[in-house]
């Protein structure tokens, strides 16, 4: 949810620079709500709030309530190809920008990356798009959703940048980032570089200095990071959130034949700072637990389970199964692929690849404070067959919520 603060001193009670309701904002700062004679939760409403529709309260106190400004999209008309971190946020529906000068929430950073760190040198892994093939018709939140991706982020027929170079015009969709990039995991480097996680242990799925680990496949032991781009975020909370919230869905060429091999490209979402709580050891929010409480990466790992949904079903072609591949995956089928680059190519028996379902992948944090989030994608042993990340409506909530990703 996007949202614009304001600031207007208001009310009554007490004189102005005193802050009657402990929010640490005073009728001087711009705090509209001071007591309960002026609104029912004074200590949640002030100039650093997020605006939350339909609750009939001016919460960031910009003399407007449930409408307007603050609770408009902030990626009407952008172009697709992304030329900044800033425009990549607002496709996601992060829209206000904080400043170290002001206590408002909103974007303090946004960079551009590689997973070592280093500037992103292909802008071509990253798109607003307005739609993706069969799978996505419309953005969820606005009018665009970001895409990344380890080569072109476009479906079959998408410009600017694009297409993919997937069917039906190609044989696969593969594309390098130019120049040709790998860089290393092990190295910490600059500070938004993703060695943290991967030298960070999470029993029983992550080992220290390795990637993830699934039951019954071999490990990973890449130690580097092919075609990899990262969206690096710093952002002060509002002073009336717990948690956030966006949506993703993944889509990977690797699927069927790479299931449970050295070649499993990875997707991560990277919660830190001191405003972030309850993140798992290793930070990384794109975990789905089963129900037997065992997790899962959102990535190629999730063919074993039933939640890589869209794609060629058993029954219907079996020379395209993998019989590692959950038999309760493909439930939605593959005609979602169509126009995506992942379909099947003209003459070619099967789909290119697969993805999985919507997920919501949730966050806890601390009101008022400075989190991270790196969102971040990469090839793993080798730079051939892309994978794709899908993201959008991200949203701030009053509530306190488990973390993790959760399939809807």
């Known amino acids: 949810m996007s949202g614009t603060d304001g600031g207007s001193a208001g009310g009554e009670g007490g004189s102005p620079a005193l802050d009657l309701d402990g929010d640490s904002w005073t009728q001087e700062d711009g705090d509209c709500c001071e007591t309960q004679e002026q609104c029912p939760s004074p200590e949640i409403v002030n100039p650093g709030a997020f605006e939350i529709g339909g609750n009939d309260l001016d919460d960031n106190c910009d003399g407007v309530t449930d409408q307007g400004d603050a609770l408009a999209s902030c990626d009407v008309g952008l172009p697709s190809a992304v030329t900044n971190g800033l425009t990549a946020a607002r496709a996601l529906g992060l829209?206000?920008?904080?400043?170290?000068?002001?206590?408002?929430?909103?974007?303090?950073?946004?960079?551009?990356?590689?997973?070592?760190?280093?500037?992103?040198?292909?802008?071509?892994?990253?798109?607003?798009?307005?739609?993706?093939?069969?799978?996505?018709?419309?953005?969820?939140?606005?009018?665009?959703?970001?895409?990344?991706?380890?080569?072109?982020?476009?479906?079959?027929?998408?410009?600017?940048?694009?297409?993919n170079g997937g069917a039906p015009l190609g044989s696969n969709v593969s594309g390098v980032h130019e120049p040709s990039s790998t860089v290393s995991l092990t190295q910490p480097g600059a500070t938004d570089s993703v060695a943290d996680w991967f030298a960070a242990a999470m029993p029983p799925l992550k080992p220290?200095?390795?990637?993830p680990l699934v039951v019954g496949c071999p490990g990973q032991s890449s130690e580097h990071a092919a075609d990899s781009v990262m969206l690096a975020l710093r952002i002060r909370v509002p002073t009336n959130a717990r948690s956030f919230s966006f949506r993703t869905r993944f889509l990977s060429a690797e699927y069927p034949e790479f299931v449970c091999t050295s070649y499993s490209d990875q997707y991560v979402a990277l919660l830190g700072g001191p405003g972030a709580i309850g993140a798992p050891p290793d930070g990384n929010l794109l975990l789905y637990t089963d129900e037997n409480g065992m997790p899962w990466p959102l990535s190629l790992p999730l063919a074993l389970t039933p939640h890589f949904t869209v794609c060629e079903p058993e029954a219907e072609k079996p020379a395209c199964w993998k019989s590692k591949?959950?038999?309760?995956?493909?439930?939605?089928?593959?005609?979602?692929?169509?126009?995506?680059?992942?379909?099947?190519?003209?003459?070619?028996?099967?789909?290119?690849?697969?993805?999985?379902?919507?997920?919501?992948?949730?966050?806890?944090?601390?009101?008022?404070?400075?989190?991270?989030?790196?969102?971040?994608?990469?090839?793993?042993?080798?730079?051939?067959?892309?994978?794709?990340?899908?993201?959008?409506d991200f949203r701030w909530s009053t509530q306190e919520v488990p973390v993790g990703a959760t399939p809807e």
């Open 95 to 163: 829209c206000a920008q904080a400043s170290p000068e002001n206590r408002r929430w909103g974007l303090l950073e946004a960079r551009l990356l590689r997973a070592d760190g280093s500037p992103l040198q292909d802008l071509r892994a990253l798109s607003l798009r307005p739609s993706f093939g069969g799978l996505v018709p419309t953005p969820l939140e606005g009018e665009r959703l970001l895409v990344l991706s380890t080569g072109i982020a476009s479906d079959g027929s998408q410009k600017d940048p694009g297409p």
């Open 208 to 211: 220290a200095s390795s990637l």
């Open 325 to 392: 591949v959950h038999p309760g995956a493909c439930s939605e089928g593959a005609a979602m692929l169509t126009g995506t680059g992942f379909e099947t190519p003209s003459g070619k028996p099967c789909p290119i690849g697969g993805a999985t379902g919507w997920f919501v992948v949730r966050g806890a944090v601390i009101p008022g404070k400075e989190i991270s989030l790196r969102l971040a994608l990469w090839d793993v042993g080798d730079a051939l067959f892309d994978s794709v990340a899908l993201l959008d």
